[in-house]
């Protein structure tokens, strides 16, 4: 499995990661998380992204590798108020507290990346949210700081010394930060993290898709079917397993900046396809120019600006 530093972290991480995001919205069941994250482990995959938002996904990726923990980069979010934690979204309390949390659900004793989840640029701004977050550094909870989000907003908080990651929406119908973001990424040596690499599998159609992904893909199904490609047209031919995931995640992992591409997965066989894809490495240049160039001519003739998805 191809590493890769991750930005001025000096982190040294595999181009493919876990994403902790639907194994928990869809209650995966540990013996079968535990399954998909020592598997990864076990070829080569080091680092796992998760979230307190994502619900019992902390407890879940505790539960299956912490007996692990130095096999891998440990990322997880803050910054939404909870029930069960004092204080309002974005504030020094509910973080403070959700880094504490995060320490016990995932059995360790430091996180190596805490991401705040998707605010807005204001709060980014207003400051008491980052410099919780460098507090959390400073007690040796956390190693790094950095933010999850796109757009202006991601672009600003690149922009800060505090933050050292970024995670970001990159794939093959989402690719508004290629040209704004990873440029002043690695201008700025920020590792970047890909959210949604594989385009939440929008070659499915929406009814195809489970639980809270039929709403959560429905902007990505709508691009992909405007775009109106097939693996044909980029030099693909068929056989008996799809190959939009292998080139969906290949196409990620060929834009410069990106650092890791965290594929949500709750199939372990899903998980092994995924490894195969990475080690194909970058997509030929023609096939990437002509996702480009469908997505900008789609884009174009929506009428509308498809600005990347949180
Ligand atoms: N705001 C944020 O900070 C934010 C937002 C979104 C995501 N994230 C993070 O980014 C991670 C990845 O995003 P995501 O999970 O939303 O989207 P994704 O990784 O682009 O897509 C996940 C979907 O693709 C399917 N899939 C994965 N590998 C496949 C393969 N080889 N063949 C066919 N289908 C495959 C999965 O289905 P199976 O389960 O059946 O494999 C799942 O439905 C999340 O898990 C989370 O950690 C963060």
Redesign the pocket.
């Known amino acids: 499995m191809e590493k890769r530093r991750l930005g001025r972290t000096g982190l040294e991480v595999s181009a493919l990661g876990f994403?902790?995001?639907?194994v928990g919205f869809l209650g995966t069941e540990q013996d079968r998380v535990a399954e998909i994250l020592n598997y990864l482990l076990d070829n080569g995959v080091n680092f796992v992204?998760?979230?307190a938002g994502y619900p019992g996904s902390e407890e879940a990726i505790g539960n299956a590798v912490s007996h692990r923990r130095d096999e891998y980069v440990l990322v997880s979010?803050c910054g939404q108020a909870f029930d069960d934690l004092d204080g309002e979204a974005w504030s020094a309390t509910v973080i403070e507290q959700t880094v504490d949390r995060a320490l016990r659900r995932l059995k360790t004793d430091h996180l190596d990346v805490m991401?705040l989840?998707?605010c807005d640029q204001e709060v980014l701004e207003k400051g008491e949210a980052v410099e919780a977050l460098v507090k959390a550094r400073d007690a040796g909870k956390i190693r790094h700081a950095g933010y999850?989000?796109d757009n202006e907003a991601a672009l600003y908080a690149a922009g800060l010394d505090a933050i050292d990651v970024i995670?970001t929406s990159v794939?093959i119908c989402d690719q508004a930060n290629i040209d704004t973001l990873l440029p002043e990424a690695q201008r700025r040596d920020i590792g970047i993290i890909v959210?949604?690499?594989?385009?939440?599998?929008a070659w499915l159609g929406v009814g195809e898709?489970?639980g809270f992904?039929a709403n959560?893909t429905t902007t990505y199904a709508e691009r992909f079917a405007a775009m109106g490609l097939s693996p044909g047209d980029l030099g693909f031919t068929g056989g008996p397993i799809?190959p939009w995931?292998m080139i969906a995640l290949r196409f990620t992992l060929s834009q410069a900046g990106v650092t890791t591409a965290?594929?949500?997965?709750?199939?372990p066989n899903?998980a092994a396809?995924?490894i195969e894809?990475a080690a194909q490495g970058p997509l030929p240049g023609d096939a990437i120019d002509a996702i480009r160039a469908a997505f900008a001519s789609a884009e174009s003739v929506s009428g509308t600006q498809w600005a990347g998805q949180?």
């Open positions: 994403g902790g995001g639907p992204d998760t979230a979010k991401l989840h998707s999850s989000g995670e794939n959210k949604r690499p594989v385009a939440n599998a898709q489970p992904y959560y799809d995931p965290i594929v949500g997965t709750t199939n899903n396809r995924n894809a949180r």
